[in-house]
């Protein structure tokens, strides 16, 4: 590894950046966008999560999603009927952006 690489990895993992995301939990919703509060209300209605987060992770264009739920609707069922019941549940939203990113799970017992 050359020296200037391993100098600038060295500085990007002791940068003080701060972090750009936003968590939240279902109880505490930050200022969403006009997308992203469509989309976490429709989430939050089906599958009354205990833990939801939506952010337009684009730029704020509104083409790509990150979208992380925890509920008890998802109990018993495999990832890929998790995320089946999202994305019916965001159909119509789907249909006008190019990308989503989800995670799906079970609260923890």
């Not at 429709?42 to 939801?52: I, R, T, V």
């Not at 739920?69 to 965001?90: C, M, W, Y």
């Amino acid at each position: 590894m050359s020296l200037v690489f391993q100098s600038v990895r060295q500085a990007v993992r002791s940068s003080k950046l701060p972090s750009l995301a936003r968590t939240y939990a279902a109880t505490s919703v930050p200022a969403l966008d006009a997308g992203e509060q469509v989309i976490y209300n429709k989430l939050k209605e089906k599958f009354s999560p205990k833990e939801l987060r939506v952010q337009d992770v684009s730029g704020g264009c509104g083409s790509f999603y990150a979208i992380s739920i925890t509920s008890d609707a998802f109990k018993g069922l495999p990832t890929v009927k998790q995320h089946r019941l999202v994305n019916e549940t965001l159909k119509k939203e789907i249909e006008g952006i190019h990308g989503l990113q989800l995670k799906t799970s079970v609260p923890q017992s």
